[in-house]
T-cell receptor, first 115, second 112 residues
Framework: DAGVIQSPRHEVTEMGQEVTLRCKPISGHNSLFWYRQTMMRGLELLIYFNNNVPIDDSGMPEDRFSAKMPNASFSTLKIQPSEPRDSAVYFC?????????????FGDGTRLSIL | GQQLNQSPQSMFIQEGEDVSMNCTSSSIFNTWLWYKQDPGEGPVLLIALYKAGELTSNGRLTAQFGITRKDSFLNISASIPSDVGIYFCAGPSNFGNEKLTFGTGTRLTIIP
């Protein structure tokens, strides 16, 4: 079975540029999560969706960050304009919330470097 | 908000040794999860615990849900090179079972 698929795996861009990260959750999962991982702050939840609706975006750092989930099989996390402090690994995870025994399944992440 | 502190932060052990690590919380958890992250990959669930006092094994891994519900332990027996990675505990936040709080992580290095 295909897991959570993220793209790109690596992104290097100059500050001020727009960055778009993409995620395809596991088919049939109804919740999707975006995390950011850094050495200093560890793994932080940015936002999560349930049935394509944003439920909690309290972890989104600021207005430069936005996330969308137009359908059950696709989500994007956008940073505009990007800054060097946004450099991190961004993970997407999905789960089926109706069953508490279903864990969150993570993608392999996008390593973002803002120069 | 909730905090999960893991100890030790890092471990350097020889192949074949047993490993113990723990996770403590400032508040009660109803579920404890242990994830492992290999370099360049996302975290993968190892063990899930749902009841206080529960002891669960997955191969060489054994995890326990502390009686106080504020801590959990993970043990690895007879470590092998592929055990290298970062181990995270996690649990649902106060705001619903969907939102997880992750611990600070324990980085395991195995010395040949």
């Amino acid at each position: 079975d295909a897991g959570v698929i993220q793209s790109p795996r690596h992104e290097v861009t100059e500050m001020g540029q727009e960055v778009t990260l993409r995620c395809k959750p596991i088919s049939g999962h109804n919740s999707l999560f975006w995390y950011r991982q850094t050495m200093m702050r560890g793994l932080e939840l940015l936002i999560y969706f349930n049935n394509n609706v944003p439920i909690d975006d309290s972890g989104m750092p600021e207005d430069r960050f936005s996330a969308k989930m137009p359908n059950a099989s696709f989500s994007t996390l956008k940073i505009q304009p990007s800054e060097p402090r946004d450099s991190a690994v961004y993970f997407c995870a999905s789960t089926l919330t109706a069953n508490r025994n279903q864990p969150q399944h993570f993608g392999d992440g996008t390593r973002l470097s803002i120069l | 908000g909730q905090q999960l502190n893991q100890s030790p932060q890092s471990m350097f052990i020889q192949e074949g040794e047993d490993v113990s690590m723990n996770c403590t919380s400032s508040s009660i958890f109803n579920t404890w999860l242990w994830y492992k992250q290999d370099p360049g990959e996302g975290p993968v669930l190892l063990i899930a615990l749902y009841k206080a006092g529960e002891l669960t094994s997955n191969g060489r891994l054994t995890a326990q849900f502390g009686i106080t519900r504020k801590d959990s332990f993970l043990n690895i027996s007879a470590s092998i090179p592929s055990d290298v990675g970062i181990y995270f505990c996690a649990g649902p936040s106060n705001f619903g079972n969907e939102k997880l709080t992750f611990g600070t992580g324990t980085r395991l290095t195995i010395i040949p």
